[in-house]
Each structure stands twice: as C-alpha cells, then as structure tokens.
C-alpha cells in the first residue's frame, strides 16, 4: 500500500496513523487508551522555563525538516529500534510539502541538536516523534510547540503513546471513544500553524 498524502490524511481524520515494522511492513494503529497532552494544562518546569527564557537554543520551525525525521529514526543506546524507515520519510516529506507536516528544531552553535515533528489537520496536531542531542533541546522544541498550538487555535496534541517523560508535562490517557470525540471537535476549527 502506497503512503500517499491522502491516505495519511484520510487516516489520521480518523483517529489512525501508520508505523513502520523492522520488516519493512506498515501497519496502522489507533490505540486504546490514546495519550494526549491537553494544550490548556501544559505543565513546563520552572527549570525550564528559565532555560527557554534564557534563549540557550535557537528556536526555529520548518527549516529542516527531514533533517529531524532523520535524526528520530537514529538508532541510540535508549532506543534500540525505530518505526521511522524511508518510506515514512518520503511520504511525511511530501505531507510537509503540502503544508500538512512541520518541524520544530532547537540549534545551538548552528547545529541541529533536537526538535520534534508531526502532522496538522485543521485543529489537529498529531505528534510523531522528538529527538534530543543536546540537554533539554526537544524539551524546549516542545514548550514552543505548545505555544506556537495555543496561539494558531489547535484543539487537541495527540501524542499517541504514553511516555513517562510525556506524563511529566501533563499528558493524560483517554479511551478510544473520548479520543473520536476530541478529534470531532479539533476536525472542526481550523488552527494556524
């Protein structure tokens, strides 16, 4: 099957998103309980907080995109594999060319250090991976995704799995039909990446 923006669009309108198999096979889920970060109790540490204030990153949106899709799918002592294989590069590139995938990035001495991606759908953003190569870099690249979310009108932050460092900023699991419900609601405003 063909990942073509349509079909991903046509999906993830659906609450379903696909990951690649160590095989090379794509397989779709929509998992029961979903994980999501609410936008309105975002919870940042003062810690933080001081380093986003402090500008110790730079902060930038869209402005290498594959380069991060590239860098979450990196291999690493903590994470042994990766779902993210070329055809999910090629077909998340081609959804970021038609405006429907972004990157948020944190550079430091004109490098690449961490960030983030995922996908837009009207008031859906559907958070794909994050990456850090420098302390605290994909938790800044989140803090300005949040904000960057609150401020274009975004209803709802799908983080799709439940993670220990998600649940430290407020992310909470909801059942499958409270998750359709939600969806409904985003599907129906139009947010401003």
Not at 95 to 117: M, N, P
Not at 165 to 184: D, M, P, T
Request: net charge positive; proline share 4%; aromatic share 10%.
């Amino acid at each position: 099957m063909n990942l073509t923006p349509e079909l991903l669009l046509s999906a993830y309108s659906q609450g379903v998103f696909p990951m690649a198999r160590a095989d090379g096979r794509i397989l779709w889920y929509d998992p029961d309980p979903r994980a999501i970060l609410p936008l309105t109790h975002f919870h940042a540490p003062r810690r933080l907080l001081r380093i986003v204030r402090q500008g110790v990153f730079e902060i930038r949106v869209d402005s290498a995109f594959t380069a991060v899709m590239r860098a979450c799918a990196t291999l690493t002592p903590d994470r042994e594999e990766t779902w993210i294989n070329e055809e999910i590069i090629a077909a998340y590139t081609q959804l970021h060319q038609l405006g429907f995938a972004h990157s948020v990035e944190a550079w430091q001495g004109g490098k690449l250090v961490g960030g983030l991606y995922g996908v837009t759908l009207r008031g859906l953003f559907a958070g794909e991976s994050m990456f850090s190569r420098a302390t605290d870099a994909s938790k800044v690249a989140l803090v300005h995704l949040i904000w960057r979310l609150r401020a274009g009108g975004f209803r709802l932050l799908d983080v799709q799995f439940m993670t220990e460092h998600l649940r430290r900023f407020g992310a909470v699991e909801v059942l499958q039909a409270e998750y359709k419900q939600l969806l409904a609601l985003a599907l129906s405003v139009e947010g401003r990446f």
